[in-house]
């Protein structure tokens, strides 16, 4: 099956600064990479995602790259503000499989004022 | 729109008890996950349904864990007996259906601690 993995497991930056998390995948049939932000104590939302016919999406302070030769994707974060502080989880997922997500382990972010 | 909902929030047995957790999907949603998620872990897949069926357990221990969503929405985990190892958030998340690159709803977790 699909075996995602995540780094850093932990990353602090000061307010302002960018943040990047990287995840790689193994199962080269993944073609969905969503991103999810859970805070403490609450639910996994999500923030963004890839398809894998598209190499770079935005979202005003967030984006996803995406590299599928070399199997991996990464969250980039600019202009961090505290708020931004979370456990940050990527996901893989083969879409004809149906709909199955398989997550990283995690990220937790923390935005120092 | 309301999010998915589960119960309860927390709970804290002793081990070899039983325990069960429910969930109620946003309205329409065809597809079900229940997830469990280890401390410092990200979710990990238990159990998926479509509508009322089992699209994949493969991951569910199957010797305590069962679930079911018997008119195709609400659904119900249930652990019988309990281990120390089951301590976990269990979380429910629904989708529109299957198909591919679906967002999937996350709801709020139920934290288990068993002692």
């Known amino acids: 099956g699909e075996n995602v993995e995540q780094h850093p497991s932990t990353l602090s930056v000061q307010e302002g600064d960018s943040a990047v998390i990287k995840c790689t995948y193994s199962d080269s049939a993944s073609n969905y990479f969503p991103w999810y932000k859970q805070e403490l104590g609450k639910r996994p939302q999500l923030i963004i995602d890839i398809r894998s016919n598209v190499g770079e999406k935005k979202d005003q302070r967030i984006a996803v790259t995406l590299n599928k030769t070399a199997k991996h994707f990464s969250l980039h974060i600019t202009e961090t503000q505290p708020e931004d502080s979370a456990v940050y989880f990527c996901?893989?997922?083969?879409?004809?499989?149906?709909?199955?997500?398989?997550f990283g382990t995690g990220t937790s972010l923390t935005v120092i004022p | 729109e309301a999010g998915v909902a589960q119960s309860p929030r927390y709970k804290i047995i002793e081990k070899r008890q039983s325990v069960a957790f429910w969930c109620n999907p946003i309205?329409?949603?065809?597809?079900l996950y229940w997830y469990q998620q280890i401390l410092g872990q990200g979710p990990k897949l238990l159990i998926q349904?479509?509508?009322?069926?089992?699209?994949?357990d493969s991951q569910l221990p199957k010797d305590r864990f069962s679930a079911e969503r018997l008119k195709g929405v609400d659904s119900t985990l249930k652990i019988q007996p309990a281990k120390l190892e089951d301590s976990a958030v269990y979380l429910c998340?629904?989708?529109?259906?299957?198909?591919?690159?679906?967002?999937?709803?996350f709801g709020p977790g139920t934290r288990l601690l068993v002692l």
């Open positions: 349904f479509q509508n009322n069926g089992v699209v994949d």
């Open positions: 309205s329409g949603h065809a597809t």
């Open positions: 998340a629904s989708s529109l259906s299957l198909a591919g690159s679906m967002t999937q709803y």
């Open positions: 996901a893989a997922s083969v879409s004809n499989t149906g709909n199955q997500f398989y």
